[in-house]
């Protein structure tokens, strides 16, 4: 299996006061070490490109993509892929979204997890709701802020435990921090895996979808920290459930 992920990349620019003088730095992180390490255990190949990369370098073309089984978006926001080095010149060119959707249905497969910029994100501004890429998922985006901090721990049910994703997965989950808000399509090709309870209602956690000859599965929390605490990092099934998810996702009925 070949699989790229999109996104998970930070660079972060800190300001400190010391009396009258300032030092500003600047310092870059990967989100995705944990799960990509999961991956490469189970044989998986993984290409990364970071957020700051996936304007220029994501795919543009049907092509390109098909040299995957699968692409993971993980916080990546629609308008980082939306806005190509040709668009912020005003020329006219593919709508990286429309050819993600094309890509599900011709067999490929699509896994969206959260974060700040995941599904419509926290602030608003991950703006995948009524988008092509949504089109295929087995939720919608909510039309506003969607991020749930959850502090004090989120704790997941597992709701279907002879889906393969969950095949070897034992409840209870270690405690989520947060996760997306999003609402369940509840349609005959999407399936609800998992849920978490916050305040009298349930947000779906894990579901998938059939979409045209490929799969789609969403994962409304992140891979990595911080709404992953630590204790599911180091959860001795953690990267089974990531491979699990990434597995299934790959097995569309795609026509090579």
């Known amino acids: 299996m070949k699989v790229l992920l999109a996104g998970e990349t930070f660079l972060a620019t800190t300001t400190v006061g ?17 799960f990509n390490a999961a991956l490469a255990s189970a044989g998986i190949a993984l290409t990364q490109i970071g957020g700051e990369h996936c304007g220029a370098e994501f795919p543009r073309s049907l092509a390109e993509l098909a040299e995957y089984d699968a692409v993971i978006l993980s916080d990546v926001g629609a308008l980082t892929l939306l806005m190509t080095p040709d668009a912020r010149q005003g020329k006219v060119g593919p709508n990286r979204l429309e ?35 949504e089109d295929v998922l087995p939720v919608l985006c909510l039309p506003h802020s969607d991020g749930l901090e959850v502090p004090e721990g989120l ?13 070897g997965i034992d409840q209870p989950l270690p405690p989520i921090l947060g996760l997306n808000k999003l609402e369940f399509r509840g349609d005959d090709a999407s399936t609800l895996l998992a849920i978490c309870r916050y305040r009298g209602k349930d947000w779906p956690l894990l579901a998938v979808r ?40 790959c097995r569309g009925d795609r026509i090579r």
């Open 18 to 34: 010391a009396g009258s003088d300032t030092i500003t730095t600047t310092g870059w992180s990967n989100g995705a070490l944990a």
């Open 99 to 133: 050819v993600l959707k094309a890509y599900v249905e011709a067999g490929g497969g699509l896994m969206m997890a959260g974060g700040y910029m995941g599904f419509q994100g926290m602030f608003g501004t991950a703006r995948f709701a009524d988008t092509a890429a």
């Open 155 to 167: 704790t997941a049910t597992l709701l279907d435990m002879a889906h393969p994703i969950l095949a």
């Open 210 to 249: 059939d979409y045209g000859r490929g799969r789609s599965v969403i994962w409304s929390t992140d891979i990595g920290p911080h709404w992953l605490s630590l204790d599911f990092l180091g959860w001795q099934l953690y990267g089974r459930l990531m491979t699990n998810m990434v597995t299934w996702v």
